[in-house]
């Protein structure tokens, strides 16, 4: 008796679901776009953007650094008066890498705090949660804290705009490198089992596709990197090819010395901060019970950038940001991590300086577009109408005994298709002639 | 009223809830509706680990994993099966975690303590690298994302996330009815009587192995549920979401809502949520250095949890209950049931 009413109560629930309901994966015949209201976040005196970082979790050492030197570019901003009399109020959302806390977080930004755009929102796990979800709701999605090729979909993606340096592009400067230095040299690879590995290969396999003995990848989740390292040692990889985020970097260089394996290690943008990984050797090592110099360990590694390095030597920019942290965060480490928050702000105030005193979503959208924008990087932005990928090239570098980094190839640009590796040498422009305030 | 059998009490106790909720949903913002949402799927997944730890003294530190099941059934359904509905995709997620439970079951019954917690724990840490092992089936460390359509057509003008609350607790409810009337029946006595005295249970008549076993199969059915909860919630099944990290933090809610009973698991999925949002906001009041702010949730959740147990070590229920208790005279003994 008893079983059979709470049959019929399931039943009945189940069938009052299923009268208005369609299929789960099929398109909905409205989507809930809204345009030509007025910009949300934005006031006379005041525009609200938001970002998800991991500040605690897997990808924190490190990346939790990125928000502090964008935060204290809004500052210097908004003590010179703002940017069209608008001051930048930059809320900042802990998404622990966890794409499940991205989405959580990300959706506050948007309809708590409603935010007029999200601005770099880091990782390539995370933020892929989150595209579809900002083209629909309209909020420009500027500046990706990530290389993945995706965020470079203008018909799908209208709002979202890419920042640092593809994956792609990436992997094609690194293959040639390895191809015209490294001839004939077995090259491993450890790549992140995401977007950062199956972009990356495309780069690397149009150059080096013969000379790769081992690919393997690693899950953010899991800190053990000794079974990929050892794969990589048995494979006899000369050359190891680390596509990781700072955290796994470190991890890597303590797993190679730990089972006495000395490749040259070539290091992706998102890993090749040297006073960073500096400082995560050190503390990774000391929490394993052992004192390492992270100086001598990184000595030898070659690595790409695509903007100014704090220890590059002189460079106005440079210059430029060090005034800033001095003032603003002196107790901080002035690390190429914080200087990549710190270009990612100014860019961005750029783009919103560029978009005018009568701000809507559409204007800052258009000012990424015009490709206008020029600043800190040492390469230009593909940003057009067409084209929403951010950097277009990078130097390579290597890391010296004395901490400084010791340019081996000048900047070089190319395409996400198989077109050449070209130098590019046009003058970027000085702080002061694109002076954002004062 | 109380001549009603319990279906019908905790069907019509379950109704009210829903109109308590929609209600709830009506006048509150479509954030808060996210959130009540989440607070939802949470209490699934530890009342079904209530069912199993409270009422069973079998302790799971791997209940991520099944919630892991369902979110990538409902992501995979979703993907690959468009024309299924979203409650059959929550049944079928529903379904794979009971499987994976029962098979996790099987092992388990014939562990206990240290070791019956070793071997869940393992699968904490393991099942989420499957997602590696396929990356052209589940996408790797990426993840799948989706979208869910859902919502029909006559209620277009409703805002999703309202609409997904509704949905979420619709289940919730579901769930907890039949959770509430197991526990109320004769499973539920059998389960508490192993929990007790497994041989005094087994000299009684009641087949241990196979009560242990059912009980890990119902209580990961409900992680199953929760995790596919989730997916439709999130619209995301993604490694990096399911770490050894969520196991324990649901066995943690848990404790501090108090073991061996449902409402206990409420206020675990509430401390899940809510602790996290109000130590957030009181981190940025206090205007701390960012590493210290950035942990103070984490640091903060840990104190509240010690104090709780040390306080109260039948947790936030059991403290409401001994006040309860002491406000009115002393009612019959309720352990163990919702």
Known sequence: ????????????????????????????????????????????????????????????????????????????????????????????????????????????LVLQDKVFAIVGGLGTPTHSKVLDYLSGEGVPDVLV?????????????????????????????????????????????????????????????????????????????????????????????????????????????LTTLKIGYKPQLVVSSIGADPATLTGLVEQFAKQGGAQVSGGALLTGIIGTRYLPSVRGGDDAWTTFFKGIHDKYIPQEAFTDTLVYGMVQAYTFSQALKAAGKDLTRQKLLDAMSSGELKGPGLTPFAYSKDDHAGYTGALVFRIEADGSVKTLQEAKTTDTQTGEVKSYGEKRPTPEEVKLVG | MKNLPPIVLHLLAALGCLVLLVLLTMVTDPFTNLRIATVGYYL???????????????????????????????????????????????????????????????????????????????????????????????????GLSFTVNSQPAALAGVPPTRWQAWIVWLAVLLALVFLANLARGKLGRTLRAVRDDEVAASLAGVHVGRTKILAF????????????????????????????????????????????????ALWGALALVYFQVWTDDLAELLDLRTDISDNLPLALYGVVLIVIVLAFPAGIQGGLRKVWVRVRRPAPSQRGEA
């Open chain 2, 44 to 142: 699934v997944a530890v009342a079904g680990l209530a069912l199993l730890t409270g009422f069973n003294g079998q302790v799971s530190l791997g209940h991520g994993a099944f919630m892991f099941i369902g979110a990538y059934t409902v992501a995979l359904l979703v993907k690959r099966v468009p024309s299924f509905p979203i409650w059959a995709d929550l049944l079928l997620a529903t379904v794979a975690g009971g499987i994976a439970g029962l098979l996790a079951g099987a092992a388990a019954a014939r562990l206990r303590g240290p070791y019956l917690a070793g071997a869940t724990l393992a699968l904490a840490v393991g099942l989420p690298a499957v997602a590696q092992r396929f990356p052209d089936l589940f996408a790797g460390s990426n």
């Open chain 1, 1 to 108: 008796m008893r079983s059979s009413r709470s049959v019929l109560a399931v039943a009945l629930a189940s069938a009052l679901v299923l009268a208005g309901c369609g299929g789960a994966g099929e398109t909905p015949a409205n989507s809930g776009a809204q345009k030509g209201e007025p910009a949300p976040g934005v006031t006379d005196t005041e525009v609200v953007i938001g970002t998800h970082q991991p500040l605690t979790g897997p990808a924190a050492p490190g990346y939790s650094r990125i928000s502090v030197g964008a935060k204290a570019v809004y500052d210097y901003v908004n003590d010179g008066g703002g940017i069209n009399g608008r001051k930048i109020t930059y809320k900042v959302e802990d998404d622990g890498y966890n794409p499940t806390k991205t989405v959580e977080v990300v959706k506050k």
């Open chain 2, 217 to 264: 199969l119902v209580s990961s059915a409900c992680g199953g549920l929760a995790g596919g909860l989730q997916a439709f919630l999130l619209g995301t099944a993604a490694p990096g979401s399911f770490t050894v990290a969520l196991s324990l933090s649901l066995l943690a809610a848990l404790v501090l809502g108090g073991l061996g009973s449902l409402w206990g």
């Open chain 1, 145 to 253: 804290s990530s290389g993945a090729l995706m965020w470079n979909s203008p018909e799908k993606h209208p709002n979202t705009f890419g920042y640092q340096l593809d994956y792609t592009r990436e992997g094609k400067i690194q293959g040639q490198y390895i191809k015209d230095n490294f001839a004939g040299k077995k090259v491993g690879l450890l790549v992140q089992g995401d977007d950062v590995g199956t972009d990356t290969q495309k780069g690397l396999d149009q150059f080096i596709k013969d000379q790769i003995v081992e690919r393997k990848t690693y899950d953010p989740a899991n800190t053990d990197v000794t079974p990929q390292i050892s794969a990589l040692q048995a494979a006899g990889a000369e050359v190891v090819v680390c596509e990781c985020i700072p955290a796994f970097m470190a991890l890597t260089i």
